[in-house]
């Protein structure tokens, strides 16, 4: 697809991959630059601590996860929203079963490669 095409990703087409336990990923809509992907997670989800190269933007649909960066932490409730800055590790937990939409630019080829 080129940046110039349009495509309607519908939710329910999409597959959900379970990439670690408590978590459910779906790739949405994406192109070379921007990507869409929703997260579910379990009550009790801890993420791995890690980092990326690209940035992240987060919105929290429902619930309340809490993200660790740089000896910090921050509580995103549904509404929220927050900029994972890319190179910078952090890790995420849910407090409570939580769903979220993250924004990636660029676009991670390790999520479209499982996508399909």
Known sequence: ???RDLELV????????????????????YNARLMLVRHVMETGWVGTRHSHPHEQLV???RGHIR???????????AGDSFVVP???????????????LDVFTPYREEYAEGSA
């Open 67 to 77: 993200v660790e960066w740089n000896g910090r932490t921050l509580d995103a409730h």
């Open 59 to 61: 919105y929290v649909i």
């Open 1 to 3: 697809m080129t940046s």
């Open 10 to 29: 519908r939710l329910a087409d999409r597959p959900a991959h379970s990439p670690e336990a408590g978590l459910s990923r779906q790739v949405l809509a």
């Open 86 to 100: 890319g190179g910078v590790e952090h890790q995420a937990r849910a407090c409570e079963e939580s769903e979220v």
